[in-house]
């Protein structure tokens, strides 16, 4: 059992708020915060005191972006992010959640999560059920779930390529409303991936109109590339019309003939902003992104779940047809492709665990292969459980968008338990933006980095009682040395904890010691504050 209280004396305390931090010592009673009071004036008597000299502490940081949804069915502990000081996290992103699902398209869900989830059993159904079996197994971090568009299409409509009909939407809604009832934080969507790359504008507003006013619609956009703005156009025409808040989820201005386009996206936000609506967006502080192998293909080889894509992918007559598109592109279409190409595309996780850690470009050369021909090969051989980094953004893009006002940060690490070489970014984001962002280019000034990843998101997300070090709330904080704290980005070696952590704390029990997590489970599931 942790004391009962607990004295922090001698740090420097960055509360949340974006002001540059402070000395002060901080009594945590009965998990919460119980005084942050200046150094020396709270009497230790026998209290249990803990020494941060040299440190900075900040509340526990809020990933906005994480696909983590698995982690508590994981049988490890799942620690890449609160090893980085992260203490609570958004799932469900991307129009990605693990419920609900129903009997007749629950096979091809779980085919289609296993691109880039571990395979599971698929014990739950309903919203409810899956939260409840999650909670039995525990949380390492606080879990805000989202509940995902695409979910919901697909245990309607399954992977097919069509507009649900009025009772269909009906059906869509109805489960949207009892995940919003059981406590999901928001809807999502992932407008490039299947189904919902099959969906049209009216039914993510009709599905919006279900959130209310208060609620949120997170989304991985239309397009990040050549269509960017008019993606930024219609998030907010969906937040709009559905009467609800927006925020665009890693905002980027993807592939080399996009590069400095960010300006313009900005501007593009802050006029949406203006004019009433909600909409606020995330970034990650890498130039590299990641996601399953299956986005490089076009939209019409993405219908039909993945014996369909499958069965094109073996057909030669459609190699050819696929061929035609990957060259040319399609009308509306952003090809990763084409913002990359073969050389900035690395394999990261395949269901074998061959091929990790060599671009496609590479492992072509190695087999005397054209590019695409080995891309469809590895796909087939690994029934396309395949996932990737893609290298398509710019360095001065990623520095424009954090130095934008209220820009948040997202690790959007791939679900764990995939092993493999997973982007840098799972283990590493929040030392890195305090590293790179705020120690060594000076982009933002600490104090506004910290509540960027903290009281901001807690307010966007409706996170209750966290992201601020004030008395009353709950004491989920992080201690970090800012001349040290870091992490090493190596695409090819990624798997390695960050430098410069010296604690994590959850509800005023130690966690979180330098490299280790001494644990147990503390994380619990959030709804959201009123």
């Known amino acids: 059992m942790p004391p009962n209280e607990m004295l922090i004396r001698g740090g420097t305390v960055a509360d949340g708020s974006g002001r540059e931090p402070v000395r002060a010592d901080v009594l945590i009673r009965a998990g919460r915060i119980a005084a942050v009071e200046a150094p020396g004036a709270v009497a230790a008597g026998d209290i249990p005191t803990v020494d941060a000299s040299g440190l900075v502490i900040a509340p526990g940081f809020i990933d906005v972006h994480s696909h983590a949804d698995n982690a508590a069915l994981l049988p490890e502990d799942e620690t890449s992010k609160i090893l980085q000081g992260v203490t609570t996290e958004v799932t469900g992103n991307c129009g990605f959640s693990l419920a609900p699902t129903r009997a007749d398209s629950v096979a091809a869900f779980a085919s289609f999560t296993q691109r880039i989830f571990p395979p599971m059993e698929f014990a739950w159904s309903t919203w409810a059920e899956f939260t409840r079996i999650a909670d039995a197994h525990g949380h390492v971090t606080n879990w805000a779930p989202l509940v995902g568009h695409g979910t919901l299409r697909i245990a309607v409509l399954g992977m097919a390529d069509r507009t649900p009909d009025a009772d269909e939407l009906r059906l869509m809604g109805r489960e949207l409303d009892l995940a919003l009832e059981g406590g999901a934080f928001g809807m999502s969507s992932g407008l490039v991936y299947p189904p919902a790359v099959f969906s049209e504008t009216d039914e993510l507003v009709a599905l919006a109109r279900h959130l209310g006013a208060d609620g949120l619609y997170t989304t991985h956009m239309r397009g990040e590339g050549a269509s960017l703005l008019t993606s930024i156009d219609e998030s907010a025409r969906i937040g709009t019309e559905g009467g609800c808040r927006v925020h665009i989820s890693h905002l980027k201005s993807n592939g080399r003939s996009n590069w400095g386009r960010m300006p313009a996206a900005l501007d593009r936000i802050h006029q949406h902003a203006e004019s009433g609506l909600s909409l606020t967006k995330d970034i990650y502080p890498y130039t590299a992104g990641a996601t399953m192998l299956t986005a490089l293909l076009p939209p019409p080889f993405l219908a039909d779940g993945d014996e369909g894509v499958l069965a094109r992918l073996a057909s030669a007559e459609q190699r050819r047809r696929l061929a035609v598109m990957m060259e040319s592109g399609l009308p509306g279409w952003d090809s990763h492709l084409h913002g990359a190409g073969w050389d900035g595309i690395l394999v990261s996780t395949t269901a074998s665990h061959r091929y990790e850690g060599h671009t496609v470009a590479e492992l072509a050369r190695a087999a005397g292969e054209l590019p695409l021909d080995t891309f469809i090969r590895i796909l087939r051989e690994e029934e396309l459980h395949v ?47 305090l590293a790179e962002y705020v120690r060594r280019h000076r982009i933002l000034p600490l104090g506004e980095a910290v509540r960027r990843m903290t009281s901001l998101p807690a307010k966007v997300f409706r996170i209750p009682e966290r992201g601020s070090v004030t008395k009353g709330l709950i004491a989920d904080l992080v201690a970090f040395d800012p001349q040290t704290i870091d992490h090493e980005c190596d695409y090819r070696d990624p798997v390695r904890p ?33």
């Not at 398509?392 to 520095?399: F, L, N, P, Y």
Request: aromatic fraction near 8%; charged fraction near 20%.
């Open 387 to 433: 996932t990737m980094v893609l290298f398509s953004m710019d360095e001065q893009d990623v520095r424009t968008a954090f130095a934008d006002a209220d820009t948040m940060v997202g690790s959007d690490g791939l679900p764990p338990g995939n092993g493999g070489k997973p982007h840098p970014r799972l283990f590493g984001t929040f030392p890195r933006v």
């Open 498 to 530: 960050p430098s410069g952590i010296a604690w994590v704390m959850q509800e005023g029990a130690m966690v979180v010691d330098g490299r280790t997590y001494t644990g147990p489970r503390r994380g619990r599931r959030l709804t959201p504050a009123a």
